[in-house]
């Protein structure tokens, strides 16, 4: 009986490995207080300029959060130098304020689009580097930290 079930559990656990993913990493918010001037960085080796891949910017956030969106400040330096940014608003609330993501406890998880279907051409070293815009409305200059997230990621998977 042991050993049927911890057979079961070893297929379980090969079936729910998400193959697709080339990418996957976080790094935690320091006292969760994410200041405006905190980058958060990724190198991502690339070296099939063939493929098309999906890239997301991984949140996780608590119940401390206080905004219904999230601005984001996302730049990517290709091995050649090039730079491109973007600035991203996610929505992190439904229209009763009710936190979107997934998890059971008080942190939620959201796997938000960076690039949909893109081909990274280069071959070598892409910086990905995330910043935090949101702002309060007293909050012009962006001083205030953005509290409750806990932890800032990014994935990059193949196209299916």
């Known amino acids: 009986m042991y050993k049927q079930l911890l057979l079961f559990l070893c297929f379980i656990l090969i079936l729910s490995c998400n ?36 890239v997301f910017i991984n949140i996780r956030n608590n119940k401390s959060y206080e905004f219904s969106s999230l601005f984001l400040i996302a730049k990517i330096e290709f091995p050649s130098g090039y730079k491109l940014v973007d600035t991203l608003e996610y929505e992190m609330t439904n229209a009763q304020g009710k936190f979107l993501g997934q998890g059971f406890s008080d942190v939620k998880e959201n796997k938000l689009f960076l690039r949909e279907k893109v081909v990274l051409s280069e071959k070598g070293d892409y910086k990905f580097l995330i910043q935090q815009a949101t702002r309060s409305i007293n909050d012009i200059e962006g001083k205030n930290p953005l509290k409750g997230i806990t932890d800032v990621g990014l994935s990059i998977e193949k196209v299916k």
Not at 19 to 30: A, E, F, L, M, R
Not at 33 to 43: K, L, M
């Open 19 to 54: 193959q697709n993913k080339i990418y996957d990493q976080y790094q935690p918010v320091k006292n969760l207080e994410w200041s405006p001037s905190a980058n958060f960085e990724f190198i991502v080796n690339n070296t099939d300029t063939i493929s098309k891949r999906n």
